[in-house]
Nanobody
């Protein structure tokens, strides 16, 4: 059974930084994509960034390009989201998720970690 556990959320002032971690277990993730999503109160969940578990391909939503960086540590089975220049509108619960490369739907999700950016 796949388990995804997020950590690293918290309260930060606008302009600050946070690094989220997603520890993955329960399968071999080669051939999978790891993604970060977020959901703000009253809004739909939205895609933030993704990375292939093998290779160097990364993908970002336009609103985080240049501010957020997704990376992974295969030895630790952990994916990171480095968030810089945070804005109040980045406030949300951040989730990590995984899917097969060939299938667009994410099939496993973590519980989420709260990120709050104060102005």
């Amino acid at each position: 059974q796949v388990q995804l556990v997020e950590s690293g959320g918290g309260l930060v002032q606008a302009g600050g930084s946070l690094r989220l971690s997603c520890a993955a277990s329960g399968r071999t993730f080669s051939g999978y994509v790891m993604g970060w999503f977020r959901q703000a109160p009253g809004k739909e969940r939205e895609f933030v960034a993704a990375i292939r578990w093998s290779g160097a391909s990364t993908y970002y939503a336009d609103f985080v390009k240049g501010r957020f960086t997704i990376s992974r540590d295969n030895a630790k089975n952990t994916v990171y989201l480095q968030m810089n220049s945070l804005k109040p509108e980045d406030t949300a619960v951040y989730y990590c998720a995984t899917r097969r490369v060939a299938i667009m739907q994410y099939d496993s999700w973590g519980q989420g970690t709260q990120v709050t950016v104060s102005s």
